[in-house]
């Protein structure tokens, strides 16, 4: 069974980082890209990052490009996303996500990220 | 980047009647579009990929079609587990962009 588990969210003050993570099993994590996603409160989605399954190409949102940073360690099974100069606007659950022929087949649970002072 | 224009926002319908909601992109997405169904405090479920493939484990009473910049999630039967909000996603090319979503109510 696929599972993604995310962790790392929390309430941090505007201008601050974070790193969150998202530990997966049940398939061959270094054999697919992985995404990221996120959800605003009471909001709509928006795809903010993707990985290639040997890292060998990144693409990002506009909204988060030059401040946001998608990397793996698939010796770990582990996604990360290192978010920089944090603003109220990326408050939001965040969501990784498995790719495949086709994406987002599989979500973790999310972790909440707050930015607020 | 392309827009997906997604309608209507909100529908009220009964148990037993056939819903339609659409999405509309501003460009040709070559049927590389996907449906999701959200229910509240969780995350988001794949229901059909690539127009009209239906997600394993996900009741034939879900369809999608389209071709083009047009494209429709259809269940020919409500139940009352399928009310929840549903999101459009293309994913011809990026970046990935989602449908505003359609909440789906009991009327």
């Known amino acids: 069974e696929v599972q993604l588990v995310e962790s790392g969210g929390g309430l941090v003050k505007p201008g601050s980082s974070l790193k969150l993570s998202c530990v997966a099993s049940g398939f061959t994590f270094s054999s697919y890209g992985m995404h990221w996603i996120r959800q605003a409160p009471k909001k709509g989605l928006e795809w903010i990052a993707l990985i290639y399954y040997d890292s060998s190409n990144k693409y990002y949102a506009d909204s988060v490009k030059g401040r946001f940073t998608i990397s793996r360690d698939n010796s770990k099974n582990t996604l990360y996303l290192e978010m920089n100069s944090l603003r109220s606007e990326d408050t939001a659950m965040y969501y990784c996500?498995?790719?495949?022929?086709?994406?987002?087949?599989?979500w973790g649970q999310g972790t909440l990220v707050t930015v607020s002072s | 980047d392309i827009q997906m224009t997604q309608s209507p926002s909100f529908l009220s319908a009964s148990v037993g009647d056939r819903v339609t909601i659409n999405c509309k992109a501003s460009q040709n997405i070559n049927k590389y579009l996907n449906w999701y169904q959200q229910k509240l405090g969780e995350a988001p479920k794949r229901l059909i990929y690539n127009t009209n493939n239906l997600q394993t484990g996900i009741p034939s009473r879900f369809s999608g079609s389209g071709s083009g910049t047009d494209y429709t999630l259809t269940i020919s039967s409500l139940q009352p587990e399928d009310f929840a909000t549903y999101f459009c996603?293309?994913?011809?090319?990026?970046?990935?962009?989602f449908g505003s979503g359609t909440k789906l109510e009991i009327k």
């Open positions: 996603l293309q994913h011809n090319s990026f970046p990935l962009t």
């Open positions: 996500a498995k790719s495949g022929t086709s994406p987002f087949a599989y």
